[in-house]
């Protein structure tokens, strides 16, 4: 009788610890918060607005860290991370990797199969969105001089890595087959693949180089042509490796490195292995945005794969609605390192239509998969007061 009560009162001790520990990881979500400061030059809000945001947006969720950038404004950063740090909260440097640097070093551009640099236009942005290519030891190297000639006195706790891969379909075909300029047509000879084989090929199927022969959360999308899914696998482990070596730089500084990815449907149209790259992050932010019409944004990419090769088939109609960010949240399960979603919170009417049920719906779906955390993305500061509000977690 004794043992029995014994055995008993040990089962009801264990069902209670694990129901706590299960209460644990949901009360233990974390939140990253986006700061866009806009380019190199003045930053678009003063320490002050910002601080002001971040502690609004602080009573209604826990912040972990704040990822800003890449005004060249040391002040800013150095205000703000006072601050930050005296409530334990990070400050991660916002860092453009394979774009948007030419102002601050000289890049080799990317070029697509035929030699050309692909045309580029990003309209949240309104401006050129040239990508640079990923091989060249040189434009590697000026990513990290980057940060630590203008960067390294600012305070910053980590670096959150962008623009990590590159041009996609918002450059046509063309994008998606960066680059192959004659570093990179060695580098692909090196993963035994022939790039001029590649070019043949895709002379003589036209848009069927593209087409899929299936789709799964778990798998993606599945190449029908055998060059073309090597092509791919080959330029996700290139684009990747050297992601990885810069990443590697950054953490012997100390730091700790964020990444931000495309969602794993579209990501390795750009070159980014999810196997690769989270082995080198501390955390991965997979950009799940299903209201921006703009890079980036899931749909918008999708789309413009099949408008950019409308010959193409396989690919299924999907609907951006919760069962499809569901999956997407499920592809990203097997891998390793922390993991915390990005959903848009800004709003532009033309360009990130967000509300606060599109919000709500997507926080929910994120939160229910019991990863680290979600990400306020792209820009805290443009989020409007009805969409904070639906930060509330019940
Ligand atoms: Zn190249």
């Known amino acids: 009788m004794r043992v029995r009560l014994f055995l008993l009162t040990a089962v009801f001790g264990l069902v209670t610890l694990l129901a706590c520990q299960e209460k644990d990881q949901n009360k233990e979500a974390g939140y990253i918060v986006q700061v866009s400061l806009g380019d190199w030059h003045s930053p678009d809000y003063t320490a002050e607005q910002i601080i002001g945001r971040i502690d609004t947006v602080s009573q209604m969720i826990p912040v972990k860290k704040v990822i800003i950038g890449w005004s060249q404004n040391k002040d800013i950063y150095q205000k703000l991370g006072t601050y930050l740090h005296e409530k334990d909260i990070k400050m991660l440097l916002w860092l453009p990797v394979f774009a948007e640097t030419d102002e601050v070093c000289k890049n080799r551009p990317a070029v697509d199969l035929w030699g050309k640099v692909p045309d580029s236009f990003d309209p949240a942005a309104g401006e050129g969105f040239r990508f640079n290519c990923p091989c060249d030891p040189q434009n590697i190297a000026n990513v990290v001089a980057v940060y630590d000639s203008l960067f390294s006195d600012c305070g910053f706790d980590g670096v959150f890595l962008d623009r990590i891969r590159t041009q996609s379909f918002v450059g046509d075909i063309s994008g998606a087959l960066t680059c192959c300029c004659q570093l990179c047509v060695d580098r692909f000879a090196k ?159 033309d360009i990130v239509p967000t509300s606060p049920e599109y919000i709500s719906e997507s926080l929910d779906a994120v939160l229910s998969h019991q990863f680290n955390g979600a990400t306020l993305s792209w820009n805290i500061m443009e989020a409007p007061l009805s969409n904070l509000k639906s930060l509330f977690r019940k």
């Open 191 to 349: 993963e035994g693949i022939d790039i001029q084989a590649v070019k043949d090929e895709k002379v003589a199927k036209g848009d069927a180089f593209f087409s899929a022969s299936g789709y799964s959360p778990a798998n993606g999308l599945i190449f029908e042509n055998r060059v073309a899914a090597k092509f791919f696998r080959a330029k996700g482990y290139i684009v990747s490796s050297a992601v990885a070596a810069i990443a590697d730089s950054l953490h012997q500084r100390g730091l700790e490195v964020g990444m931000d990815l495309f969602a794993p449907i579209i990501a390795p149209f750009v070159g980014q292995d999810y196997a690769i790259l989270t082995q080198h992050a501390d955390f991965i932010k997979p950009m799940l945005y299903r209201k921006t019409y703009a890079p980036a944004g899931i749909g918008y990419e999708y789309d413009l794969i099949r408008k950019s090769a409308p010959g193409a088939t396989g690919y299924p109609d999907l609907k951006m609605g919760d069962a499809f960010l569901h999956s997407q949240l499920q592809a990203m399960e097997r891998f390793k390192c922390e993991k915390y979603p990005g959903i848009e919170v800004n709003y532009r009417e």
